[in-house]
């Protein structure tokens, strides 16, 4: 069996049996690592399991050829980059770390025989598994909001060709239409991604549609740094933008993309632009593959984010639930890092090091007007929760300069993470 | 088939014993947090300040400022008070090792 040639090898390819392939090579050079997803948290979990563990054979497989970034996607919905500004590249993973990137979208996850499968026919053995799938949409949880309504009322909460097609849209616009924002109710991705989202297009409206308005219909009566935005939105959109809370009748509960309406229970609203921001759960395969709880997301082990429901699988970022940390590309990232870490741990028979983890959020509400939360992380009987007397959101009042400087480590954030991720 | 299957983990455990050196400890995954501002290593991008090129009593001194107080900062207040000054130190002797 040690000694099966290429030929065998190539035989295999497309059964299960290609599994012990990639496992045996395994042998050879030290444990198989497989992370599903090359976002925030799979990219950078594959890339610091090879730093902690070099001698780790690490393959990534995700769907796409390249990653459209969310973070930095509202400045593209804005005007103020291109697409290829938000598009990464998964090159030096491969080429700089020698992880194998696969490009290939799993369909199947058996955590008994510890098999990994993808829809192009190809198998892989792991000893220790990642899943970062992110969120998939829950289609019809919102009435009338399915794949086909999402092509006409978009949700560019995926970067990539929705996110094209808001702006698209936002272009097309005559001066004077009403935009109008469908924000969900808790948990989703990206707490203040709506927010930041109704700034960008503001400012956009207000520099070049002056005579458009921007209404925010939410699901929620308070949202993340909500005082830090209604701050800046008096500022700078005073007559722009409308929040519209749960309580002021501002929740959306039926949508009928075709006819261009959305409904609350008392009105019917006809906006020239309607993006809508459906309810999420953790991507499709966490779900089919078992690892999600009644909640759509996935329980883990706060101390390592090892699934609670399958042995050897590590589920972080947007699909796991992970206490008091939001579903952020930062804490995906800083996720990804204590998964690695203990998967070095228990591969090399240690103990995994206590939890410690960060988030940040930066958003945006003109090119020069930044506002930030920030959280550090630890367990806290048997929790993930924020450390007492850390954290926080930027200053209320602030003057203009500090407004400026946050504006410009965001851009600096958005540029290291991807650094540290993808580079 | 089910034999290939069943092998794995006796490689696993072979491979166990040759894994390399590199080993994680918890002050590894503390400081690499830092690198989502900052960058792998600390090399930060843009307006972020990078900090792998100052000394160690430098940023100690710097990370301890920040968490006094003593020195301005947009954000460094709000995430230096999340450690302890021991633990400030071991994620700068990190980055400088
Ligand atoms: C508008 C917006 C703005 C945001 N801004 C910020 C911000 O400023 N800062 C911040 O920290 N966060 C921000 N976020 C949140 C951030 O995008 C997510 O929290 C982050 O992407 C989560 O990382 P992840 O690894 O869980 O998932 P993702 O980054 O979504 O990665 C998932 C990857 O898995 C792949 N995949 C999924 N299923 C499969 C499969 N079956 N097979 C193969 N591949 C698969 C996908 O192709 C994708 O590449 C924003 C989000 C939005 C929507």
């Given amino acids: 069996m040690m000694k099966l040639s290429r030929r065998t090898f190539t035989g295999l390819v497309g059964f299960a049996g290609a599994a012990s392939a990639f496992g045996l090579s395994a042998c050879a050079t030290g444990p198989k690592v497989v992370v599903v997803g090359g976002g925030f948290g799979g990219a950078t979990a594959a890339k610091y399991v090879k730093r902690y563990l070099p001698g780790a054979n690490v393959v990534l497989i995700d769907a796409a050829k390249t990653h459209f970034t969310c973070p930095f996607s509202n400045t593209v919905i804005g005007g103020m980059n291109s697409m290829a500004f938000i598009e990464r590249s998964f090159d030096a993973l491969a080429n700089k770390y020698g992880i194998t990137v696969v490009t290939d979208m799993v369909t199947a996850i058996d955590p008994v025989t510890k098999v990994v499968k993808t829809k192009g026919g190809i198998s892989f053995g792991y000893d220790k598994l990642v899943v970062s799938p992110g969120v998939d949409l829950k289609w019809g949880a919102l009435e009338g909001y399915d794949e086909a309504a999402a092509e006409l009322m978009p949700h560019a909460w995926k970067a990539g060709p929705q996110t094209a097609l808001l702006r698209k849209q936002l272009e097309a616009m005559p001066n004077g239409g009403t935009v109008m924002i469908s924000a969900p109710g808790n948990p989703f991705r990206c707490p203040p991604g709506p927010y930041e989202r109704a700034s960008l297009i503001a400012y956009y409206l207000k520099t070049q549609k002056p005579k458009s308005k921007l209404i925010i219909l939410d699901a929620k009566d308070a949202f993340a740094k909500d005082k830090l935005f209604k701050e800046g939105w008096e500022k700078m959109y005073d007559n722009i933008i409308e929040w519209v809370p749960a309580a002021k009748n501002g929740k959306v509960v039926k949508v009928d993309a075709k006819a261009g309406v959305l409904e609350t229970d008392f009105d019917k609203f006809k906006p020239a632009v309607a993006n809508v921001i459906p309810p999420q759960s953790a991507g499709a395969i966490a779900l089919s593959t078992g690892l999600a709880d009644k909640s759509g997301f996935c329980p883990v082990d706060p101390n390592t984010f090892e699934s609670t429901l399958h042995k050897d699988i590590f589920v972080i970022g947007d699909a796991c639930t992970a206490g008091e940390m939001p579903k952020s590309g930062y804490s995906a990232s800083s996720q990804a890092k204590v998964a690695a870490g203990a998967i070095a741990a228990m591969v090399m028979g240690d103990k995994p090091a206590a939890m410690s983890a960060i988030n940040t959020c930066y958003s945006l509400l003109a090119p020069d007007y930044g506002i930030s939360v920030s959280g550090v992380y630890s367990v806290q009987d048997g929790k993930i929760a924020n450390i007492k007397g850390a954290g926080g959101v930027s200053p209320s009042g602030a003057n203009y300069q500090f407004r400026k400087k946050e504006a410009d480590f965001a851009g600096g954030w958005y540029a290291s993470i991807c650094q540290d991720t993808w580079g | ?97």
């Fill in chain 2, 1 to 97: 088939m089910k034999s290939y299957l069943v092998a794995i983990p006796v490689c696993l455990g072979l491979a166990l014993v040759a894994a390399p050196a590199a080993r994680a400890g918890s002050a590894n995954v503390m400081a690499d947090s830092c690198a989502g501002c900052h960058g792998t290593g600390g090399q930060s991008l843009g307006a972020m300040p990078a900090f792998n090129t100052k000394s160690a009593d430098e940023l100690k001194k710097m990370l301890r400022d920040y968490r006094s107080g003593a020195r301005e900062a947009t954000i460094m207040d709000r995430i230096t008070k999340g450690y302890s000054e021991a633990q400030l130190d071991a994620i700068v002797d990190y980055y400088k090792k």
